[in-house]
Protein backbone atom coordinates (compact mmCIF):
# COMPACT_ATOMS: atom_id res chain seq x y z
CA UNK A 1 0.00 0.00 0.00
CA UNK A 2 2.87 2.54 0.77
CA UNK A 3 4.93 1.85 -2.07
CA UNK A 4 1.93 2.72 -4.64
CA UNK A 5 1.55 5.59 -2.59
CA UNK A 6 5.15 6.90 -2.61
CA UNK A 7 5.52 5.66 -6.34
CA UNK A 8 2.63 8.62 -6.69
CA UNK A 9 4.31 11.04 -4.81
CA UNK A 10 7.70 10.52 -5.74
CA UNK A 11 5.78 11.34 -9.80
CA UNK A 12 4.54 14.12 -8.37
CA UNK A 13 7.03 15.45 -7.25
CA UNK A 14 9.18 15.08 -10.36
CA UNK A 15 5.94 16.64 -12.04
CA UNK A 16 5.68 19.76 -10.11
CA UNK A 17 9.75 20.24 -9.90
CA UNK A 18 10.02 19.38 -13.81
CA UNK A 19 12.63 22.45 -15.45
CA UNK A 20 13.78 23.07 -11.62
CA UNK A 21 17.93 23.03 -11.16
CA UNK A 22 18.87 20.44 -8.75
CA UNK A 23 22.35 19.86 -6.87
CA UNK A 24 23.17 17.65 -4.39
CA UNK A 25 24.85 19.23 -1.12
CA UNK A 26 28.68 18.70 -0.82
CA UNK A 27 29.81 17.11 2.45
CA UNK A 28 29.71 19.65 4.83
CA UNK A 29 27.78 21.83 3.30
CA UNK A 30 25.80 23.98 5.88
CA UNK A 31 22.30 23.05 6.87
CA UNK A 32 20.08 24.66 4.39
CA UNK A 33 17.29 22.85 3.09
CA UNK A 34 18.40 20.79 -0.19
CA UNK A 35 17.12 21.65 -3.38
CA UNK A 36 16.12 19.58 -5.53
CA UNK A 37 18.34 16.18 -5.95
CA UNK A 38 18.84 14.02 -9.01
CA UNK A 39 18.93 10.11 -8.38
CA UNK A 40 19.36 7.20 -10.09
CA UNK A 41 17.63 3.78 -8.91
CA UNK A 42 20.02 1.30 -7.46
CA UNK A 43 17.86 -1.30 -8.31
CA UNK A 44 16.14 -3.49 -5.90
CA UNK A 45 15.67 -7.31 -6.06
CA UNK A 46 12.36 -7.18 -7.18
CA UNK A 47 13.64 -5.08 -10.18
CA UNK A 48 11.29 -2.08 -8.73
CA UNK A 49 13.30 0.93 -7.45
CA UNK A 50 14.60 0.88 -4.38
CA UNK A 51 15.64 4.67 -3.48
CA UNK A 52 13.85 7.34 -5.53
CA UNK A 53 14.36 7.95 -9.21
CA UNK A 54 14.66 11.74 -11.02
CA UNK A 55 14.33 14.48 -8.94
CA UNK A 56 13.95 13.63 -5.36
CA UNK A 57 13.14 17.24 -2.85
CA UNK A 58 12.74 15.59 0.47
CA UNK A 59 9.58 16.70 2.68
CA UNK A 60 9.34 18.61 6.12
CA UNK A 61 9.24 15.09 7.98
CA UNK A 62 9.65 11.74 6.91
CA UNK A 63 10.25 8.37 9.30
CA UNK A 64 11.87 4.89 8.16
CA UNK A 65 10.10 1.67 8.95
CA UNK A 66 12.52 0.67 10.55
CA UNK A 67 12.27 -1.68 13.56
CA UNK A 68 14.68 -1.03 17.10
CA UNK A 69 16.65 -3.93 17.69
CA UNK A 70 17.90 -4.03 21.17
CA UNK A 71 22.00 -4.93 21.54
CA UNK A 72 22.36 -8.80 22.74
CA UNK A 73 25.75 -7.79 24.57
CA UNK A 74 26.75 -4.76 26.32
CA UNK A 75 29.28 -4.48 23.31
CA UNK A 76 27.63 -5.45 20.18
CA UNK A 77 25.91 -1.16 19.94
CA UNK A 78 27.60 -1.73 16.28
CA UNK A 79 26.18 -5.13 15.17
CA UNK A 80 22.87 -4.05 16.31
CA UNK A 81 23.41 -0.96 14.37
CA UNK A 82 24.23 -3.07 11.72
CA UNK A 83 20.89 -5.61 11.77
CA UNK A 84 18.90 -2.11 11.85
CA UNK A 85 20.36 -0.17 8.66
CA UNK A 86 20.39 -3.49 6.68
CA UNK A 87 16.40 -4.04 8.23
CA UNK A 88 15.24 -0.53 6.26
CA UNK A 89 13.51 0.09 3.30
CA UNK A 90 16.97 0.12 1.18
CA UNK A 91 18.76 -2.79 1.58
CA UNK A 92 15.55 -4.89 3.21
CA UNK A 93 18.40 -7.43 3.93
CA UNK A 94 16.93 -9.47 7.19
CA UNK A 95 19.81 -10.54 9.55
CA UNK A 96 17.80 -13.07 11.98
CA UNK A 97 20.10 -13.31 14.45
CA UNK A 98 22.21 -10.75 15.80
CA UNK A 99 25.15 -13.10 16.43
CA UNK A 100 25.88 -13.21 12.93
CA UNK A 101 26.95 -9.61 12.26
CA UNK A 102 29.78 -10.06 14.76
CA UNK A 103 30.56 -13.85 13.69
CA UNK A 104 31.01 -11.94 9.89
CA UNK A 105 32.99 -9.30 11.76
CA UNK A 106 35.72 -11.32 13.57
CA UNK A 107 35.95 -13.78 10.90
CA UNK A 108 33.96 -16.84 12.88
CA UNK A 109 31.32 -17.87 10.79
CA UNK A 110 29.32 -19.79 10.42
CA UNK A 111 27.57 -18.73 13.74
CA UNK A 112 31.03 -18.75 15.67
CA UNK A 113 29.87 -15.60 17.80
CA UNK A 114 26.18 -17.24 18.45
CA UNK A 115 25.06 -19.22 21.86
CA UNK A 116 27.00 -19.66 23.82
CA UNK A 117 28.59 -16.28 22.92
CA UNK A 118 32.27 -16.42 23.19
CA UNK A 119 34.34 -13.38 25.05
CA UNK A 120 36.27 -13.07 22.74
CA UNK A 121 33.43 -12.01 20.72
CA UNK A 122 31.96 -9.19 23.28
CA UNK A 123 34.06 -6.17 21.81
CA UNK A 124 33.25 -3.02 20.43
CA UNK A 125 33.58 -2.85 16.30
CA UNK A 126 32.26 -1.23 13.44
CA UNK A 127 29.30 -2.57 10.85
CA UNK A 128 30.76 -4.69 8.47
CA UNK A 129 28.21 -4.30 5.64
CA UNK A 130 30.69 -5.52 2.82
CA UNK A 131 30.04 -8.47 4.76
CA UNK A 132 26.68 -8.63 3.16
CA UNK A 133 27.48 -7.49 -0.13
CA UNK A 134 27.16 -3.73 0.18
CA UNK A 135 30.15 -0.65 -0.03
CA UNK A 136 29.36 2.25 2.27
CA UNK A 137 30.31 5.84 2.73
CA UNK A 138 32.00 6.47 6.00
CA UNK A 139 32.43 10.28 7.23
CA UNK A 140 35.91 11.03 8.77
CA UNK A 141 34.62 11.80 12.38
CA UNK A 142 31.98 14.47 11.21
CA UNK A 143 28.05 14.64 11.20
CA UNK A 144 25.72 14.23 7.63
CA UNK A 145 24.83 17.75 7.00
CA UNK A 146 20.86 18.17 7.76
CA UNK A 147 20.86 18.17 3.98
CA UNK A 148 22.43 14.70 3.76
CA UNK A 149 20.86 13.38 6.59
CA UNK A 150 17.10 14.27 5.28
CA UNK A 151 18.63 12.70 1.39
CA UNK A 152 19.70 9.98 3.22
CA UNK A 153 16.79 9.03 4.57
CA UNK A 154 14.29 10.02 1.80
CA UNK A 155 15.93 10.15 -1.27
CA UNK A 156 18.10 7.08 -0.73
CA UNK A 157 15.39 5.12 1.74
CA UNK A 158 17.89 4.40 3.85
CA UNK A 159 18.88 4.44 7.62
CA UNK A 160 22.34 5.37 8.55
CA UNK A 161 24.48 4.34 11.70
CA UNK A 162 26.08 6.96 13.31
CA UNK A 163 28.50 7.23 16.51
CA UNK A 164 28.44 9.22 19.55
CA UNK A 165 32.08 9.70 21.19
CA UNK A 166 32.05 9.98 24.87
CA UNK A 167 33.99 12.64 26.06
CA UNK A 168 34.85 10.57 29.24
CA UNK A 169 36.09 7.76 27.05
CA UNK A 170 34.30 5.03 25.19
CA UNK A 171 31.70 5.40 22.17
CA UNK A 172 28.29 4.52 20.78
CA UNK A 173 26.42 3.88 17.76
CA UNK A 174 22.89 4.17 16.84
CA UNK A 175 21.01 4.63 13.72
CA UNK A 176 19.26 7.48 12.02
CA UNK A 177 15.85 6.13 10.89
CA UNK A 178 13.68 9.78 10.99
CA UNK A 179 13.84 13.10 10.82
CA UNK A 180 11.39 15.91 11.74
CA UNK A 181 11.73 19.91 10.42
CA UNK A 182 9.82 22.08 12.62
CA UNK A 183 10.11 25.96 11.03
CA UNK A 184 14.04 26.55 12.01
CA UNK A 185 14.68 23.45 14.25
CA UNK A 186 15.90 20.46 13.44
CA UNK A 187 15.53 16.87 14.47
CA UNK A 188 17.00 13.66 13.99
CA UNK A 189 15.08 10.57 14.63
CA UNK A 190 17.12 7.60 16.25
CA UNK A 191 16.64 4.12 16.56
CA UNK A 192 19.03 3.42 19.98
CA UNK A 193 19.87 -0.17 20.52
CA UNK A 194 19.81 0.39 24.07
CA UNK A 195 19.39 -0.34 26.79
CA UNK A 196 19.80 -4.13 26.26
CA UNK A 197 16.44 -6.26 26.27
CA UNK A 198 14.61 -3.56 24.57
CA UNK A 199 16.23 -0.69 22.90
CA UNK A 200 14.39 3.00 22.33
CA UNK A 201 13.37 5.57 20.24
CA UNK A 202 14.73 9.50 20.32
CA UNK A 203 14.25 12.52 18.42
CA UNK A 204 17.61 14.47 19.32
CA UNK A 205 18.12 18.29 17.93
CA UNK A 206 20.29 18.58 15.39
CA UNK A 207 22.78 20.12 17.16
CA UNK A 208 22.76 17.30 19.94
CA UNK A 209 23.12 14.87 17.03
CA UNK A 210 26.20 16.51 15.82
CA UNK A 211 27.74 16.90 19.35
CA UNK A 212 26.27 17.66 22.67
CA UNK A 213 27.79 18.24 26.35
CA UNK A 214 29.03 15.38 26.73
CA UNK A 215 30.02 13.68 23.56
CA UNK A 216 31.52 14.70 19.96
CA UNK A 217 30.80 13.04 16.75
CA UNK A 218 32.49 9.83 15.51
CA UNK A 219 31.76 7.98 12.42
CA UNK A 220 28.79 7.69 10.15
CA UNK A 221 28.16 4.92 7.81
CA UNK A 222 25.60 5.63 5.16
CA UNK A 223 24.80 5.58 1.28
CA UNK A 224 24.83 1.95 0.54
CA UNK A 225 25.54 0.47 -2.83
CA UNK A 226 25.14 -3.16 -3.52
CA UNK A 227 28.57 -4.44 -4.76
CA UNK A 228 28.46 -5.43 -8.31
CA UNK A 229 30.13 -9.20 -8.93
CA UNK A 230 32.41 -9.14 -11.76
CA UNK B 1 18.99 43.52 35.33
CA UNK B 2 16.79 40.11 36.97
CA UNK B 3 18.14 38.58 33.81
CA UNK B 4 21.44 39.85 34.07
CA UNK B 5 21.72 38.41 37.78
CA UNK B 6 19.78 35.15 37.03
CA UNK B 7 22.21 34.66 33.70
CA UNK B 8 25.23 35.69 36.19
CA UNK B 9 24.43 33.16 38.86
CA UNK B 10 23.61 30.41 36.47
CA UNK B 11 27.12 31.03 34.82
CA UNK B 12 28.44 30.63 38.29
CA UNK B 13 27.00 27.59 39.29
CA UNK B 14 27.99 26.49 35.95
CA UNK B 15 31.24 27.01 35.74
CA UNK B 16 31.64 25.37 39.72
CA UNK B 17 29.94 22.81 38.30
CA UNK B 18 31.88 22.31 35.39
CA UNK B 19 35.10 22.27 36.55
CA UNK B 20 35.38 18.33 37.50
CA UNK B 21 35.47 16.51 40.79
CA UNK B 22 31.98 16.71 42.48
CA UNK B 23 31.65 16.47 46.56
CA UNK B 24 28.68 15.94 48.02
CA UNK B 25 27.94 19.53 48.99
CA UNK B 26 28.69 20.33 45.25
CA UNK B 27 26.29 17.56 44.16
CA UNK B 28 23.11 19.09 46.48
CA UNK B 29 24.23 22.37 45.04
CA UNK B 30 24.97 21.07 41.63
CA UNK B 31 20.95 19.47 41.81
CA UNK B 32 19.24 22.18 43.47
CA UNK B 33 20.31 24.87 41.05
CA UNK B 34 19.59 22.72 37.89
CA UNK B 35 15.88 21.55 38.89
CA UNK B 36 15.31 25.99 39.56
CA UNK B 37 17.02 26.94 36.69
CA UNK B 38 15.54 24.15 33.68
CA UNK B 39 12.09 24.14 34.52
CA UNK B 40 11.22 26.90 32.45
CA UNK B 41 13.08 25.27 29.63
CA UNK B 42 11.48 22.17 30.87
CA UNK B 43 7.71 23.71 29.77
CA UNK B 44 9.42 24.84 26.15
CA UNK B 45 10.72 21.64 25.78
CA UNK B 46 7.55 19.95 26.34
CA UNK B 47 6.12 22.58 23.35
CA UNK B 48 9.11 21.05 20.85
CA UNK B 49 8.02 17.60 21.89
CA UNK B 50 4.33 17.87 20.81
CA UNK B 51 5.83 19.27 17.31
CA UNK B 52 8.07 16.19 17.13
CA UNK B 53 5.25 13.99 17.67
CA UNK B 54 3.51 12.67 14.56
CA UNK B 55 1.14 9.85 13.18
CA UNK B 56 4.49 8.11 11.88
CA UNK B 57 6.59 8.09 15.23
CA UNK B 58 3.88 8.53 18.50
CA UNK B 59 4.33 4.41 19.26
CA UNK B 60 7.93 4.81 19.27
CA UNK B 61 8.27 8.08 21.57
CA UNK B 62 5.70 6.49 24.16
CA UNK B 63 2.61 7.48 23.47
CA UNK B 64 -0.75 5.07 23.09
CA UNK B 65 -2.37 7.58 20.86
CA UNK B 66 -1.73 11.03 18.84
CA UNK B 67 -3.91 12.79 21.19
CA UNK B 68 -1.98 11.60 23.99
CA UNK B 69 0.99 14.37 23.27
CA UNK B 70 -2.15 17.00 23.86
CA UNK B 71 -2.44 16.18 27.17
CA UNK B 72 1.37 14.91 27.96
CA UNK B 73 3.00 17.21 30.78
CA UNK B 74 6.60 17.00 32.08
CA UNK B 75 6.52 15.87 35.53
CA UNK B 76 8.78 18.92 37.20
CA UNK B 77 7.90 17.69 41.01
CA UNK B 78 11.01 14.71 40.08
CA UNK B 79 13.49 15.74 37.45
CA UNK B 80 16.63 13.68 37.68
CA UNK B 81 19.90 15.48 37.31
CA UNK B 82 22.64 13.25 35.46
CA UNK B 83 26.56 13.05 36.50
CA UNK B 84 28.80 10.76 34.39
CA UNK B 85 31.77 8.24 35.47
CA UNK B 86 34.60 9.21 32.88
CA UNK B 87 36.30 5.21 31.77
CA UNK B 88 39.75 6.90 32.22
CA UNK B 89 39.62 7.75 35.69
CA UNK B 90 37.10 4.62 36.59
CA UNK B 91 40.33 2.47 35.22
CA UNK B 92 42.36 3.87 38.43
CA UNK B 93 39.65 3.41 40.84
CA UNK B 94 40.77 0.37 43.93
CA UNK B 95 38.17 -0.24 46.56
CA UNK B 96 38.48 1.83 49.41
CA UNK B 97 38.74 4.92 47.16
CA UNK B 98 36.46 7.89 47.04
CA UNK B 99 34.05 7.47 44.86
CA UNK B 100 32.45 11.53 44.64
CA UNK B 101 35.89 12.14 43.04
CA UNK B 102 34.34 9.83 40.11
CA UNK B 103 31.81 11.95 39.18
CA UNK B 104 31.56 14.74 36.53
CA UNK B 105 28.66 16.57 34.66
CA UNK B 106 25.47 17.84 36.14
CA UNK B 107 24.59 19.65 33.24
CA UNK B 108 22.12 17.12 31.88
CA UNK B 109 18.75 16.53 33.54
CA UNK B 110 15.84 14.41 32.59
CA UNK B 111 12.15 15.24 32.91
CA UNK B 112 9.24 12.44 32.70
CA UNK B 113 6.82 12.89 30.63
CA UNK B 114 3.30 12.35 32.16
CA UNK B 115 0.14 11.22 30.42
CA UNK B 116 -2.71 10.66 32.94
CA UNK B 117 0.07 10.66 35.92
CA UNK B 118 2.09 7.74 34.09
CA UNK B 119 5.29 7.88 32.83
CA UNK B 120 5.34 7.72 29.61
CA UNK B 121 8.33 9.74 27.69
CA UNK B 122 10.96 11.67 28.76
CA UNK B 123 12.91 15.23 27.84
CA UNK B 124 16.40 15.72 28.58
CA UNK B 125 17.76 19.10 28.61
CA UNK B 126 21.61 20.02 28.42
CA UNK B 127 23.32 23.66 29.85
CA UNK B 128 25.16 25.35 27.59
CA UNK B 129 26.64 28.40 27.74
CA UNK B 130 23.13 30.36 27.22
CA UNK B 131 21.37 28.30 29.77
CA UNK B 132 19.09 25.61 29.71
CA UNK B 133 17.34 23.82 26.21
CA UNK B 134 15.39 20.33 25.06
CA UNK B 135 17.83 18.59 23.30
CA UNK B 136 16.40 15.23 23.19
CA UNK B 137 12.75 13.92 23.13
CA UNK B 138 11.61 10.37 23.74
CA UNK B 139 13.24 7.53 25.34
CA UNK B 140 10.45 5.95 26.72
CA UNK B 141 12.20 2.76 27.60
CA UNK B 142 14.55 4.08 30.34
CA UNK B 143 12.10 6.75 31.24
CA UNK B 144 9.71 3.87 32.78
CA UNK B 145 13.03 2.24 34.29
CA UNK B 146 14.30 5.60 35.98
CA UNK B 147 11.38 6.53 37.35
CA UNK B 148 9.87 3.15 38.46
CA UNK B 149 13.30 3.02 40.23
CA UNK B 150 13.06 6.36 41.62
CA UNK B 151 9.29 5.29 42.59
CA UNK B 152 10.62 2.25 44.60
CA UNK B 153 13.39 3.67 46.09
CA UNK B 154 13.63 4.75 49.67
CA UNK B 155 12.10 7.84 50.40
CA UNK B 156 13.38 8.37 54.26
CA UNK B 157 11.45 11.63 55.89
CA UNK B 158 14.71 14.35 56.06
CA UNK B 159 15.08 17.26 55.92
CA UNK B 160 15.80 17.90 53.32
CA UNK B 161 14.56 15.18 51.36
CA UNK B 162 16.76 13.07 50.24
CA UNK B 163 18.39 13.93 46.27
CA UNK B 164 18.39 11.42 44.22
CA UNK B 165 19.99 11.59 40.55
CA UNK B 166 21.29 9.49 38.12
CA UNK B 167 24.93 7.97 37.33
CA UNK B 168 25.99 7.53 34.13
CA UNK B 169 28.75 5.00 33.29
CA UNK B 170 28.64 5.70 29.36
CA UNK B 171 31.57 4.04 28.02
CA UNK B 172 30.31 0.38 29.78
CA UNK B 173 26.60 1.46 29.15
CA UNK B 174 25.81 1.24 32.56
CA UNK B 175 23.17 3.64 34.51
CA UNK B 176 22.20 3.77 38.16
CA UNK B 177 19.81 6.04 40.63
CA UNK B 178 22.10 7.58 42.82
CA UNK B 179 22.07 9.42 46.49
CA UNK B 180 24.60 9.84 49.32
CA UNK B 181 24.43 10.44 52.86
CA UNK B 182 26.91 12.53 54.18
CA UNK B 183 30.32 11.06 52.54
CA UNK B 184 28.65 7.69 51.85
CA UNK B 185 27.49 7.36 47.65
CA UNK B 186 25.00 4.61 46.92
CA UNK B 187 24.03 3.51 43.59
CA UNK B 188 20.52 1.69 42.39
CA UNK B 189 20.99 -0.27 39.26
CA UNK B 190 18.04 0.07 36.94
CA UNK B 191 18.97 -3.10 35.06
CA UNK B 192 19.96 -6.21 36.33
CA UNK B 193 23.95 -6.48 35.53
CA UNK B 194 24.11 -8.58 32.31
CA UNK B 195 27.26 -10.16 34.24
CA UNK B 196 24.85 -11.47 37.45
CA UNK B 197 26.84 -8.90 39.34
CA UNK B 198 23.84 -7.12 40.78
CA UNK B 199 19.76 -7.15 40.49
CA UNK B 200 17.58 -4.03 39.44
CA UNK B 201 16.99 -1.91 42.12
CA UNK B 202 19.21 -2.47 45.35
CA UNK B 203 20.94 -0.44 47.07
CA UNK B 204 24.84 -0.56 47.00
CA UNK B 205 27.81 0.49 48.08
CA UNK B 206 29.46 3.03 44.75
CA UNK B 207 32.79 2.13 46.08
CA UNK B 208 32.24 -1.48 45.82
CA UNK B 209 30.32 -0.78 42.29
CA UNK B 210 33.25 1.26 40.67
CA UNK B 211 35.74 -1.15 42.01
CA UNK B 212 33.85 -3.87 39.99
CA UNK B 213 33.42 -1.67 36.88
CA UNK B 214 37.16 -0.60 36.76
CA UNK B 215 38.41 -4.33 35.89
CA UNK B 216 35.15 -3.95 32.89
CA UNK B 217 37.08 -0.22 32.46
CA UNK B 218 40.08 -1.31 32.03
CA UNK B 219 39.38 -4.16 29.40
CA UNK B 220 37.16 -2.03 27.41
CA UNK B 221 38.67 -0.03 23.95
CA UNK B 222 37.62 3.15 22.38
CA UNK B 223 35.35 1.14 19.54
CA UNK B 224 31.53 1.58 19.58
CA UNK B 225 30.20 -0.38 22.41
Redesign the interface.
Known amino acids: MRRPLRTVCVVLAGILTWGCEGSKQPPGAPNTPPAAVFYQSQGGVSGLPETRDAVCTPPD ?3 LNVP ?1 KPQE ?6 AA ?1 TQMVLAGPFPNVTVKQQCDVPSRYFGLTPRGCCAPIPATCV ?4 PPFDKYGYTWTETPNTALSWAEVKENLFCRNQAFAF ?1 W ?2 D ?6 MVGS ?1 Y ?1 T ?1 GA ?1 Q ?1 V ?1 VN ?1 P ?12 Y ?2 YVS ?3 HRH ?1 KDFYNLVKLVKK | MRTLVLCCAVAAVAARNLSGVQQPQRIDDAIDSAVVYSKPAAQAAMD ?1 FR ?2 V ?1 G ?2 YK ?2 GFASLGDIQSATPDTTRPLVAF ?6 LRKYHRGGDPFTLL ?2 G ?2 IFYAVLVKKRTRSSIIL ?3 TTGWK ?9 AK ?1 YWTALSRAPHPLTTPPRRYYLVQV ?4 T ?1 FLAFHEDTVLSLIPV ?1 DD ?1 QYRWRAGASLLADWVFALLAVDARA ?6
Not at chain 1, 196 to 205: I, K, L, T
Not at chain 2, 220 to 225: E, I, M, S, V
Request: aromatic share 10%; charged share 15%.
Open positions: KWQVTGAWCWSQGGWTLWVGGSHMGVDDFCNLPMGSGQFYCHSNEGTNG | TRINQNALHVGRDSRGDRARDGVSYGGPVTLLALNDLPADDLPR
